[in-house]
């Protein structure tokens, strides 16, 4: 049977995180107040964005996938050329930007930033231990594209940005965890290599618990009577997983469930975040 060009493509641009990071910009877009119009060009310029991320992550990545006969991936596996591989995350990138600066010259700068940073991790920074700065700046400034695509752009509160970065700390921390020996055969050694699952899973655990802190005081302004009620569930779900977590961490061998667990209290987090209501452009 032919291989499909655009479905090896898309597998290669990690379709999962790719929908993901575009469900949760269209969330803060809906908690920033956008219309559906600029909405839409919000979700499209992310999308983009997002495909040129993971599909420049796998050309790099190709020969060591190659050596490591990664069958999940189509570029190793000669499903797709590096060079297309190539011709279309440019493409994306051009493409993110074109969208971005239709919503205006902050978020194009917003979020020419962000994907440089994440680029940066792909080219060099996932091999050494600053691995993790891409994620605190990308998943920082993220909240920023939504209240930088209004009509009256402004960027997003502080509080915003740090739990930004915490979730960035926690989905790096445990993204890698499935992959940590066939990383470390091609190479790769980045902070959650060099920490190992279980301290890793334990810094992410952590990091959710203090993101989560700072969005219950961050979006009531410190008043505790402000905070709605779906808000303090979001958050005591929060402290469980993150418990459960560390429990697991440091009581059992390491295994895909840290991975699990640390992820569905990121994802807590994300709703959390987009739950404290149209709090973003204050």
């Known amino acids: 049977m032919p291989v499909s060009t655009p479905g090896a493509l898309w597998r290669s641009s990690h379709p999962g995180p790719t929908s993901i ?28 964005g997002q ?14 996938d190659r050596m490591a006969e990664r069958e999940d991936k189509p570029i190793a596996r000669g499903e797709v050329s590096v060079r297309i591989a190539w011709v279309a995350a440019l493409a994306a990138l051009a493409a993110a930007l074109v969208l971005s600066a239709l919503l205006g ?11 440089g940073s994440a680029w940066s991790y792909n080219a060099r920074l996932k091999s050494t231990a600053a691995s993790i700065v891409p994620f605190l700046v990308s998943f920082g400034i993220f909240p920023s594209l939504a209240t930088l695509s209004a009509p009256e752009p402004a960027v997003a ?18 993204n890698v965890l499935p992959d940590l020996d066939d990383d470390a055969a091609a190479g790769i050694r980045g902070l959650p290599h060099r920490w190992g699952p279980r301290v890793s899973s334990a810094v992410a655990a952590v990091a959710v618990v203090a993101g989560a802190v700072v969005v219950l005081v ?61 709090v973003l452009a204050a």
């Open 105 to 115: 010259w902050g978020m194009l700068a917003a979020h020419a930033l962000a994907l």
């Open 21 to 48: 990071v575009t469900a949760l910009a269209v969330a803060l877009g809906w908690s920033a107040g956008l219309d559906a119009a600029r909405m839409g060009v919000l979700a499209l310029a992310v999308f983009a």
């Open 51 to 64: 495909l040129s991320v993971g599909i420049s992550n796998d050309a790099i990545d190709a020969p060591r």
């Open 218 to 278: 961050g979006s009531s302004a410190g008043d505790p009577s402000a905070i709605p009620a779906f808000s303090w569930a979001c958050f005591a779900a929060v402290v469980v997983v993150a418990a459960t977590t560390l429990a697991v961490a440091f009581l059992r061998p390491p295994s895909r469930t840290l991975f699990r667990l640390v992820m569905l209290a990121a994802l807590l987090l994300a709703v959390q975040l987009v739950a404290a209501g149209r």
């Open 157 to 174: 509160p502080p509080w915003t940005w740090i739990a930004g970065a915490a979730l960035g700390a926690a989905v790096h921390l445990t």
